[in-house]
């Protein structure tokens, strides 16, 4: 079972360029979110969806996009990267709130970008 | 909105007993939750209230009190390994998870 994962762990861009973060749950998780963290900060949630087809924005969604395709898939895209976005990433799932176990959030190991 | 209020730093000793408090303002309560997380790690899931009272899950505890909009961990018997940031999140009825900005704790022998 491999849960939450994320790629690229590591990836350095020049301002200006644009990349995907990838995030895919295997847990058949209706609820998958991303957050930023940056050093000595707490999580600032950027996206998050409640479905398969459903996005909403959290509180810092400037410069990102995501979208929602399938259950198994919530990739993160950064339109033109600012230093300002440099940053932890992490993915993270759940049931939905419907259901008991849906309190329970699990997270991807990160993923490190640098920009520069 | 959705905030949430935790001190930035706790230090105890070895052994000891330390309370983490939270207080949060959000429109549609679902469950405030905890997590932990070490230098460099994905935070991981500690406990979970929805309702008034407290839950304990070996050597961690928590605590809701809905009307005070105010909860708190309880870590009993610390440990060297328990040293981390540890942080309160709440979820509204939609599902949306809200973290705070997390709380140091730094266990001394």
């Known amino acids: 079972n491999a849960g939450v994962t994320q790629t690229p762990k590591f990836q350095v861009l020049k301002t200006g360029q644009s990349m995907t973060l990838q995030c895919a749950q295997d847990m058949n998780h209706e609820y998958m979110s991303w957050y930023r963290q940056d050093p000595g900060m707490g999580l600032r949630l950027i996206h998050y969806?409640?479905?398969?087809?459903?996005?909403d924005q959290g509180e810092v969604p400037n410069g990102y996009n995501v979208s929602r395709s399938t259950t198994e898939d919530f990739p993160l895209r950064l339109l033109s990267a600012a230093p300002s976005q440099t940053s932890v990433y992490f993915c993270?799932?759940?049931?939905?709130?419907?259901?008991?176990?849906?309190?329970?959030?699990?997270f991807g190991e990160g993923s490190w970008l640098t920009v520069v | 909105g959705q905030s949430l209020e935790q001190p930035s730093e706790v230090t105890a000793v070895e052994g000891a007993i330390v309370q983490i408090n939270c207080t949060y303002q959000t429109s549609g309560f679902y469950g405030l939750s905890w997590y932990q997380q070490h230098d460099g790690g994905a935070p991981t899931f500690l406990s979970y209230n929805a309702l008034d009272g407290l839950e304990e899950t070996g050597r961690f505890s928590s605590f809701l009190s809905r009307s005070d909009s105010y909860g708190y961990l309880l870590l009993q018997e610390l440990q060297m390994k328990d040293s981390a940031s540890y942080f309160c999140a709440v979820r509204d009825l939609r599902g949306k998870l809200i973290f705070g900005q997390g709380t140091t704790l730094q266990v001394k022998p």
């Open positions: 993270a799932s759940s049931y939905s709130t419907g259901r008991v176990s849906g309190n329970t959030i699990y």
């Open positions: 969806s409640v479905g398969a087809g459903i996005t």
